[in-house]
Nanobody, 123 residues
Framework: QVQLVESGGGLVQTGGSLRLSCAAS????????MDWFRQAPGKEREVVAA????????YYGDSVKGRFTISRDNAKNTVYLQMNSLKSADTAVYYC????????????????WGQGTQVTVSS
């Protein structure tokens, strides 16, 4: 059973930075993507960023392009989300997930989820 443990959330002021980490206990498949999703109160869960574990190709949602960077450490089985120039609109619970290697923007095709970590950006 694969488990994902997130860390790094917290309270930050507008314009600040945070780095989220997600450590995976084991490798679920030979080909997959690791995603960061977020969900704000009253809103649907949206994909923030994704990285193909094998190719390291990346995807970013429009709202975070140029501000967020996803990366992974193969040796540590860990994916990171560096978040810069944070805005109040980034306030949400952030989840990491292991998802389909091609259809990684569809949360229905993500098999494993972390417990979530709260990110709050104050003005």
């Amino acid at each position: 059973q694969v488990q994902l443990v997130e860390s790094g959330g917290g309270l930050v002021q507008t314009g600040g930075s945070l780095r989220l980490s997600c450590a995976a206990s084991g490798r679920p498949f030979s080909s997959y993507a690791m995603d960061w999703f977020r969900q704000a109160p009253g809103k649907e869960r949206e994909v923030v960023a994704a990285i193909n574990w094998s190719t390291e190709s990346t995807y970013y949602g429009d709202s975070v392009k140029g501000r967020f960077t996803i990366s992974r450490d193969n040796a540590k089985n860990t994916v990171y989300l560096q978040m810069n120039s944070l805005k109040s609109a980034d306030t949400a619970v952030y989840y990491c997930a292991i998802c389909h290697s091609v259809y990684y923007t569809n949360p229905e095709l993500c098999n494993y989820w972390g417990q979530g970590t709260q990110v709050t950006v104050s003005s």
